[in-house]
């Protein structure tokens, strides 16, 4: 008999395959009923519209015409206690205990034995599943075999109804994730796939058959062709047998099913990449339900060659790729590489199932202005290529197939969003002052060119954070000294006569160079920022030498050391630092002025050594993303935990305002240059602080300028009082927004005024 967890996998398997929430549900209750030796097998799904209700759904072993007119609430019936107290129930006699509630006509009071366990996905019941007998107890491994599967079918069961519910209805469907950059575009989505992920590419139809039945072949030629002369180089190296591997991948690309399958599907008028992933698919599930451990391991070489012949046909289908006018980009992870594909001109929003609101791409987004919806679960990515699409990156939801009601709602909003921006625009040369007169200096974050003359229209008064790592993640190799010398220069002299700061290389985390891996299983916690550059000084010293060439003669550089945890890793830095100075000044015979070096505050030990780290740097930079993520323990990526991540949170500013407290003790300056200084509400917060300096995307410079001229400090003081004695970040986020809303400026946070 097969071990608990492999039943447990091939029915998972099989409702990731079911097209649709119906047949996914016929799928579990039969195969329950026959794995758990059961008689009956019922599900129970909440409503859509009134999650307390219970609505049965699928039923195997009693009366079928049940399905659809049972209806309990929550509390109500057994169904409806499991659901209420998210509890499982294991009963000999289910109709004596005193919530159940007959069915007539149903034929369960045949089968008193009942087992049940609540469906639950992110702390909400989405159902129940219960299978019954006539006798004998469900045991305590039946009970362990259903309360797991239920835990895994969760997501399956989330996913079957969203893509089944989008596929058989073209009318509006409604998708949520957490507001990524803000923002509103209506556009066509356009799904890219790099061949990194079968499952990901995209649902297409083809009006050239020809073309694609011979793209596939060229693939599959190319695949087949490195297959046999990879055998030939590795037998020098490995064994015969493990060659002969590849020469088996080659084998079972030169004809046979596989081939025949895909091109069956391409003659069906679908494009070669998808109807090669549901060939791969068919194949590769053939051997997982295979009982024999070595056969079912196969299934791996089956999609390892699936992915290899995808890679091909991708890169065979990208120079031809015709981006939409109003381009809104979809995948199941948008990458910093996809957003440089599209033309600048085309990219209007992005629609990502993974991410958060702090995630690199999302910043990258705010700092081009483009509005995203991240961390969308069950996002139907296959179906979406070409669909229509309205993106709201203020609520963090997105809008399939929009009807005429929500398409003239948001032509409204972006309407009213451009009378906004008008006026804000009058702002441009007006000093960021409070009512009761306090100035307040706004720069810019930024490490793109075409940031440049944006950020200078915006009236910045210099740059607060200029990202090196985009020079380097755009490159196949590590940036020259010459290379990095002429970048620097160019931005230094753009903003001639005003601050700019240079962060030292900070990759690591969620910021990866192709050229030099690392693989960890905490990245956030590893080898990033100034720890890889001090582990490596050749990097460090190269790109310190640069940034000081390039001052010469400007005189407006400040070096920003990222991910400072201790005094210890200050020490080190500012003796290369130093180092490197002395280098250029011998090298050209003049005396080199040392620009002001600062430090980022983004770890929790740098804030309780604030006052020791103050003492070697001439300011510091609070690194508000970072920071949050390290106090709250939360992963700024990992969508699950978006709605834990705040940088409102009350933890997370009374260590910002225990940074600005240190640091007043030595008269460091302070600066905020994480995204809450570009939030109206994070302005608000830091201004109560006292903080002075915030540095933002350009794009959400004028909005804090208004912020900063409608209050007063002492206004702001007051508040952050307030929400310091707050323990909760939405309570706080609440607070400031109705503020905000008071003054007329909830338009500046929400679509529409």
Not at 423 to 448: C, E, F, I
């Amino acid at each position: 008999m097969p071990s608990m967890i492999h039943r447990l996998q091939r029915i998972v398997q099989e409702v990731n395959r079911a097209p649709d929430i119906d047949s996914a549900l016929v799928l579990i209750t039969e195969s329950l009923t026959v794995d758990l030796n059961a008689d009956a097998c019922t599900i129970f799904l909440a409503k859509k519209d009134d999650p307390d209700v219970m609505v049965l759904q699928a039923c195997n072993g009693l009366n079928p015409d049940i399905i659809g007119k049972v209806e309990l609430r929550k509390g109500e019936g057994l169904i409806g206690t499991i659901a209420a107290r998210a509890e499982v129930f294991n009963l000999v006699d289910a109709p004596s205990h005193k919530t159940f509630l007959p069915v007539p006509e149903s034929g369960e009071t045949n089968f008193p034995v009942l087992l049940g366990v609540p469906v639950i996905a992110h702390r909400d019941v989405l159902g129940v599943i219960s299978v019954q007998r006539a006798k004998n107890a469900f045991n305590e491994d039946e009970e362990a075999f259903l309360t797991t599967l239920a835990a895994q079918l969760a997501t399956s069961i989330e996913r079957a109804e969203s893509q089944g519910r989008f596929s058989v209805q073209k009318a509006t469907h409604t998708i949520k994730g957490v507001a990524g950059a803000p923002g509103m575009a209506i556009g066509e989505a356009m799904v890219l796939n790099r061949g990194v992920k079968l499952e990901s590419v995209p649902d297409k139809k083809t009006g050239d058959i020809e073309a694609e039945l011979h793209g596939f072949r060229e693939a599959v030629r190319k695949v087949c062709d490195e297959l046999t002369e990879l055998a030939e180089t590795m037998r020098a190296f490995m064994p015969e047998e493990e060659c002969a591997l590849f020469l088996a991948y080659a084998q079972m690309l030169s004809g046979g099913s596989l081939i025949d399958d895909t091109e069956k599907g391409i003659k069906a008028g679908n494009w070669a990449p998808s109807s090669w992933r549901d060939t791969i698919e068919q194949h590769a599930y053939v051997f997982e339900q295979m009982e024999d451990s070595y056969l079912a391991e196969r299934a791996n070489d089956i999609r390892d060659l699936g992915l290899r012949v995808l890679r091909k046909l991708m890169l065979e289908q990208s120079p031809y790729l015709d981006f939409p006018e109003k381009t809104i980009l979809v995948g199941d992870e948008v990458t910093v590489t996809d957003l440089a594909d599209v033309p600048a001109d085309c990219l209007s929003g992005i629609v990502s199932a993974h991410g958060s609101s702090s995630s690199h791409v999302a910043i990258l987004a705010h700092a081009l202005g483009i509005p995203a919806v991240m961390g969308v679960p069950n996002l139907p990515v296959k179906q979406l290529d070409g669909v229509k699409l309205v993106v709201d990156g203020y609520s963090g939801s997105a809008f399939i197939n929009p009807n005429r009601s929500i398409l003239r709602e948001y032509s409204r909003y972006l309407e009213e969003e451009a009378v906004i921006e008008q006026d804000l625009s009058g702002l441009k040369n007006v000093p960021a002052v409070t009512t009761d007169r306090h100035l307040v200096s706004l720069m810019v974050n930024t490490g793109l060119m075409s940031d440049y003359t944006p950020s200078l229209r915006s009236g910045a008064e210099g740059v607060g954070l200029y990202r090196t790592e985009f020079p380097f993640q755009v490159r196949d190799r590590f940036p020259s000294e010459e290379e990095q010398y002429l970048i620097y220069k160019n931005v230094l002299e753009t903003f001639q006569g005003k601050p700019v700061v240079l962060r030292t290389l900070d990759v690591g985390g969620d910021k990866p160079l192709s050229y030099f891996p690392i693989t960890e299983a905490n990245p956030f916690l590893g080898w990033r920022g100034v720890r890889i550059t001090l582990d490596h000084p050749e990097i460090f010293i190269t790109q310190v030498r640069a940034m000081i060439r390039a001052n010469i003669g400007i005189n407006n550089l400040e070096i920003l050391l990222p991910m400072i945890s201790g005094k210890t890793e200050l020490d080190e830095s500012l003796v290369l630092i130093k180092r490197a100075r002395d280098e250029i000044e011998e090298e050209s015979g003049e005396k080199i002025l040392l620009p002001k070096i600062g430090a980022m505050i983004e770890v929790p030990s740098a804030v309780y050594q604030i006052e020791d780290i103050c003492k070697l740097v001439d300011f510091v930079s609070i690194g508000t993303n970072d920071l949050t993520q390290y106090l709250l323990a939360v992963d700024r990526n990992n969508e699950n935990v978006a709605d834990l991540y705040s940088s409102l949170h009350p933890a997370v500013l009374k260590a910002m305002q225990q940074i600005v407290q240190g640091a007043a003790r030595s008269n460091t300056p302070v600066s905020v240059c994480g995204e809450l200084a570009g939030d109206p509400l994070g302005v608000m917060a830091l201004l109560g602080m006292g903080i002075d300096t915030l540095s933002m995307s350009v794009g959400s410079l004028l909005r804090a300028k208004k912020v900063i001229i409608s209050f007063s400090q002492v206004e702001l003081t007051d508040l952050l009082q307030q929400a310091l004695a707050m323990s909760d970040a939405f309570a706080i986020r609440q607070m400031y927004a109705t503020r905000l809303d008071e003054r007329g400026l909830g338009g500046l946070i929400r679509a529409g005024k």
